[in-house]
């Protein structure tokens, strides 16, 4: 008990650091990431060694396995940001909070669903606190998004309304018409906000390594696309040699997510509400949640991943 005390104490202090760090400057340091997977696991196998059961190390080095694939998935997905993908690996070591391994699959499950649920709404929040503040340049956007699209939009419309309509007949295919219905008009807000809120002209002196180009820009001969990689230390410095400014595109700050989960998470871990992780009670619960993040999340992820074309090596997140 007081092993894991030890451990979710030491996440919490790197994941507290990287959220401001990424509310700071859109950035997660590879240090901080990597960092806490060497502490973890270090303490993982120094307390298995003094303990004679390896079994704790063990335990580290699979949840540091399924988070790795995580992480990739997510990042190769464009879901995560750079930052974001190594930090969820990092959580890998230490989330494994059980000594058995069917027991830390289900925490794994669950650690997902409140972070797409989490997600999704702190995503729906921050960018309606954009809008608010960009309204004029975000109405005016949706209203452009809405024409552009209309012919579109008014046959996704018409079909919720056939849905709707036999839901009269069949409760199932009500729920797929609001489905439906609600995900066109959140696709067409995260579009707005994606474009009249997350775009900003940046001086060139002022762009760092990893910042998102909004469009390709032209070097003389050269071109430098705008790609999920973000700029190299090296297309910096050609663009401060030629041009004074550039729009780039901002993301979402997703570090207090990771935080948010980890926090409920622990709690539910430490107040014996893990009970319900094989009960009949989380299956609910399990299902409820999924569904809501089956209908939010992608549209809160939207307006850091639109438009912007990956075309970096597979070593990406292993770059220090």
């Known amino acids: 008990m007081y092993e894991v005390i030890f451990l979710f104490l030491l996440a ?22 990597f960092s806490l997977i060497i502490f973890a696991l270090g303490f993982r196998f120094f307390y298995s060694l003094f303990s004679e059961n390896f079994n704790f190390f063990l335990q580290g080095i699979i949840g540091l396995a399924v988070f790795l694939i995580l992480g990739n998935l997510f990042y190769y997905s464009r879901i995560f ?7 969820m690996i990092a959580l890998g070591p230490v989330i494994p909070f059980s000594g058995n391994l069917l027991a ?18 702190y995503g729906l929040i921050y960018s309606g606190v954009l809008a608010i503040r960009n309204k004029g340049k975000f109405k005016r956007e949706f209203i452009t998004q809405f024409k552009k699209n209309k012919k579109i939009f008014g046959f996704f419309m018409l079909v919720a309304l056939i849905f709707i309509i036999l839901g009269f007949f ?21 579009k707005s906000v994606d474009i009249a809120c997350m775009v900003k002209k940046l001086k060139a002196s002022q762009l760092t390594e990893g910042d998102w180009l909004y469009e390709d820009v032209k070097i003389g001969k050269k071109l430098i696309q705008a790609n999920w990689g973000g700029l190299t230390k090296a297309q910096i410095k050609m663009i401060q040699k030629k041009h004074k400014s550039v729009l ?15 926090l409920v998470l622990f709690y539910l871990w430490a107040t014996n509400y893990g009970i319900l992780l094989g009960s009949q009670i989380f299956s609910v619960i ?25 075309s970096c090596s597979a070593w990406y997140l292993f770059e220090f």
């Open 170 to 190: 069949e409760s199932f295919l009500f729920a797929v018409g609001v489905f439906i219905f609600i995900s066109v008009h959140l696709y067409t807000y995260a």
């Open 248 to 262: 780039i595109r901002q993301g979402i700050p997703f570090a207090p997510v990771f935080l948010i989960s980890f």
């Open 81 to 87: 940001a750079g930052g974001d993908a190594k930090l």
């Open 12 to 33: 919490l202090v790197w994941i507290v650091f990287a959220t401001f760090q990424d509310l700071k400057k859109r950035e997660i340091a590879n240090w901080l990431n």
């Open 286 to 310: 399990f299902s409820v949640l999924g569904f809501l993040t089956l209908l939010i999340f992608p549209f809160s992820i939207n307006f850091s991943c639109e438009e912007i074309n990956s």
């Open 104 to 121: 830390n699959i289900k925490i794994f499950g669950l650690f997902l669903v409140l972070f797409f649920f989490v997600g999704a709404l």
